[in-house]
């Protein structure tokens, strides 16, 4: 059978889902590999991706029952009752947050492979390089792709699509690739997200640009569209044009804010700048210092003009030693808006999300080069200091630096030691990491 593998953790449902079948439809038998020159019913030119000319990965980012629940076929009915009536579907389904994520390969000779990404938000934007070497150990049991009329999948039968429009319905998104299975010609279950193949030709999102990057925002894929030295914008497939977006994800930087303080003037500047600018404030929070992490802020506003309405939500935190500001804002265009209805239905989910991201890091500070993000030049002047000796690994263990005990999460002379590995650690310093290695004995 294909059996699913968990990467990450999920209390209260790990061992369900490791042993977990999650296409209990499709039983699995050994098929001859899939032909190439038919297309799918749907899919016109998503058809090449099924070429077999190279591994496809099928980045599933929402899964919508429509008459039959496939993960009831791997999982207790009870708990998916459990976890959904307490508003924790995204442990049983990807439902567009980081929490969930599946990945499924098709490789080449006709075997297929799938993984399921649970609570492991590093892993939620893999490229096809890290898929490959992820799926290189995967398990081959067996379980076949083909592409005739439909797509097939051990003998489970799947119509293929790209979505030209939102599908207000199942909750597709314009640009996604559309994998229903299908039973009696009726598409029974959905999965939405992007395939993605070598050579940038995947389908269900734009070919990535000069910097190839991208972000994963309460379910949705965002890619890069341009920057400045302090300032980077992202928003969705199908809305490359920045002047006619409806969903946005910006990343600001303050170089010259490095402690709370200043971060809590710059939110509050921030504030009354929007109400400046006419803005109704509707909520404003702050997020106490404690001993692991300094003070975060959050403002939700909307503005309107003639042209459009605009939500903006925004949270204010430290991330690499320095103030960052991640904002997601949602347009709506035409005259006189009214973004009330939208407003209830988004307002807590979109809230809970932004506070609860944690991809800030990962773009405060790239290259900037033709497309790519905005850097620091300045280089960071380390004190002098020696690693000495080794206490423990990962996460949990310490060391001697300067002939001083610090353990990971603690600093010396201003370096907060990260992690420690063999014969290292990974420390950071204004923002700046390094790997030290032990001093060579005299």
């Not at 058809?47 to 899964?63: P, R």
């Not at 807590?348 to 991201?357: F, H, N, T, V, Y």
């Not at 001697?400 to 370096?415: A, D, M, T, Y």
Request: aromatic share 10%.
């Amino acid at each position: 059978m294909n059996k699913t593998w968990l990467v990450g953790t999920s209390i209260g449902i790990t061992c369900l889902l490791s042993i977990a079948v999650v296409f209990a439809l499709l039983k699995t038998h050994k098929q001859s590999p899939r032909t190439t020159e038919s297309s799918t019913a749907e899919g016109g030119p998503l058809a090449s991706a099924f070429m077999g000319k190279q591994n496809t990965y099928f980045k599933v980012v929402l899964e919508k029952p429509n008459g039959i629940d496939v993960r009831s076929l791997a999982l207790p009915k009870a708990y998916i009752d459990k976890f959904e009536r307490e508003g924790k579907g995204e442990i049983v389904r990807a439902l567009r947050t980081s929490k969930h994520y599946c990945y499924w390969a098709f490789f080449m000779n006709g075997d297929f492979a799938t993984i399921d990404i649970v609570n492991n938000p590093s892993l939620v934007n893999l490229s096809y390089g890290q898929l490959e070497e992820t799926f290189s150990v995967a398990p081959r049991d067996g379980t076949t792709w083909q592409m005739a009329r439909n797509l097939r999948i051990g003998d489970g039968e799947y119509s293929v699509r790209l979505l030209e429009a939102d599908d207000v319905t199942t909750g597709g998104k314009a640009g996604e690739a559309e994998l229903a299975v299908v039973m009696d010609g009726k598409k029974v279950y959905y999965y939405y997200g992007s395939l993605i193949q070598k050579d940038a030709s995947g389908f269900g999102g734009p070919r990535p640009d000069a910097a190839g990057t991208s972000l994963t925002f309460a379910g949705a894929e965002y890619f890069h569209r341009w920057s400045n030295d302090s300032q980077n914008e992202f928003t969705p497939a199908g809305q490359e044009d920045l002047d006619r977006w409806t969903d946005m994800v910006t990343i600001l930087r303050y170089r010259n804010v490095a402690e709370g303080e200043g971060l809590a003037a710059t939110a509050n500047a921030v504030l009354e700048n929007y109400k400046a600018n006419g803005a109704m404030v509707l909520k404003t929070n702050s997020v106490p210092q404690t001993e692991d992490r300094p003070a975060e802020h959050f403002v939700a506003a909307v503005f309107s003009r003639p042209e459009f309405s605009e939500a903006v939500f925004a949270r204010f935190r430290m991330a690499e030693g320095f103030g960052s500001c991640i904002i997601y804002s949602h347009r709506k265009y035409g005259r006189k808006i009214d973004m009330s209805a939208w407003l209830q239905k988004n307002d807590p989910l979109i809230e809970k999300e932004l506070m609860s991201w944690e991809q800030i890091h990962s773009f405060s500070s790239p290259k900037h080069n033709e497309g790519q993000l905005s850097a620091d030049k300045e280089t960071t002047s380390w004190p002098a200091i020696s690693l000495t000796g080794l206490i423990g690994a990962g996460s949990g263990g310490g060391c001697l630096i300067n002939g001083q005990v610090v353990s990971v999460g603690e600093r010396f002379q201003g370096v907060r030691i990260v992690e420690v590995k063999t014969g290292a650690v990974v420390a950071e310093f204004r923002g700046e990491r390094r790997v030290l290695k032990m001093a060579a004995r005299q």
